[in-house]
C-alpha cells in the first residue's frame, strides 16, 4: 500500500539557516503530494502541494519538488524564521487514499 | 469565511464508555473527512464521504467505529465501545470537491482519553 517516510525530528535550528525536511514516498500510480503544517495551537494547514512528477511547489519561502526518480518531495526553506516553528507533515494522496508522515517538529531560535 | 467546526474539543471517558463527535465542514463542501492522529504520529484516515455517500471507510475499526453525514452537511463520528487505544485527537476535514488535487480544511479536532 501507500506510505510516507518523513525525517523524524526535532529539529532545532537558528533564526536564517537553511532548512531540509525530508520525505520519501512508496505509492502506486500517480499520486498527488502536499506539505501540511501545525503552528502551536492551531490546526493543520495546507502549506503547498504538486501533483505531478517535477512540478515544484512553493509557498511562504518554502519549496518543495516531486521526484519521481527518487520517489522524495523534500522540503527547503533558504532562510528559516521564529515563526516557522511548527510541525511540518509530508502527505500523499493516490486514489481514495490519503497517508501522511509521522511529523516534523521545527524549532527556531533567535 | 468561517473554517471546519468540531466538538467538543476535549472528552473524557472510561474504556467501554460510548463517545460521538461532531464536525460541520466549511459550507458549501461536499467531500469530508474523518482522522485519527494518536500521539507522535500523522493523522489517519478513517472515512471520507462525498455529499451524503460514503466514498472509502477501508480503514475504519467497524465493529466499533461508526460515521454519518445524513444531510450532505455536519457528521458525527461514534465509538462504541472505547478502548484504551482510542486515546487520540480526531480530525475533521473538508474539501471542495474530490480530485486528488483537493485543499483539505481541517477543524482543531477533540481530543479524546479514554480511563
Known amino acids: 500500500g501507500n506510505s510516507v517516510t518523513q525525517m523524524e525530528g526535532p529539529v532545532t535550528l537558528s533564526e536564517e539557516a537553511f532548512l531540509t525536511i525530508n520525505c520519501t514516498y512508496t505509492?502506486?500510480?500517480?499520486?498527488?503530494l502536499f506539505w501540511y503544517v501545525q503552528y502551536p495551537g492551531e490546526g493543520l494547514q495546507l502549506l503547498l502541494k504538486a501533483t505531478k512528477a517535477d512540478d515544484k511547489g512553493s509557498n511562504k519561502g518554502f519549496e518543495a519538488t516531486y521526484r519521481k526518480e527518487t520517489t522524495s518531495f523534500h522540503l527547503e526553506k533558504g532562510s528559516v524564521q521564529v515563526s516557522d516553528s511548527a510541525v511540518y507533515f509530508c502527505?500523499?494522496?493516490?486514489?481514495?487514499?490519503?497517508?501522511f508522515g509521522a511529523g516534523t517538529r521545527l524549532t527556531v531560535k533567535p | 469565511e468561517a473554517g471546519v467546526a468540531q466538538s467538543p474539543r476535549y472528552k473524557i471517558i472510561e474504556k467501554r464508555q460510548s463517545v460521538a463527535f461532531w464536525c460541520n465542514p466549511i459550507?458549501?463542501?461536499?467531500?469530508l473527512y474523518w482522522y485519527q492522529q494518536i500521539l507522535g504520529q500523522g493523522p489517519k484516515l478513517l472515512i471520507q464521504f462525498q455529499n451524503n455517500g460514503v466514498v472509502d471507510d477501508s480503514q475504519l475499526p467497524k465493529d466499533r467505529f461508526s460515521a454519518e453525514r445524513l444531510k450532505g452537511v455536519d457528521s458525527t463520528l461514534k465509538i462504541q465501545p472505547a478502548k484504551l487505544e482510542d486515546s487520540a485527537v480526531y480530525l475533521c476535514?473538508?474539501?471542495?470537491?474530490?480530485?486528488?488535487?483537493?485543499?483539505?480544511?481541517f477543524g482543531p479536532g477533540t481530543r479524546l482519553l479514554v480511563l
Open positions: 476535514a473538508s474539501s471542495l470537491i474530490r480530485t486528488g488535487q483537493e485543499t483539505q480544511y
Open positions: 459550507s458549501g463542501h461536499a467531500t
Open positions: 502527505a500523499l494522496r493516490g486514489n481514495n487514499d490519503m497517508r
Open positions: 505509492a502506486t500510480g500517480y499520486p498527488s
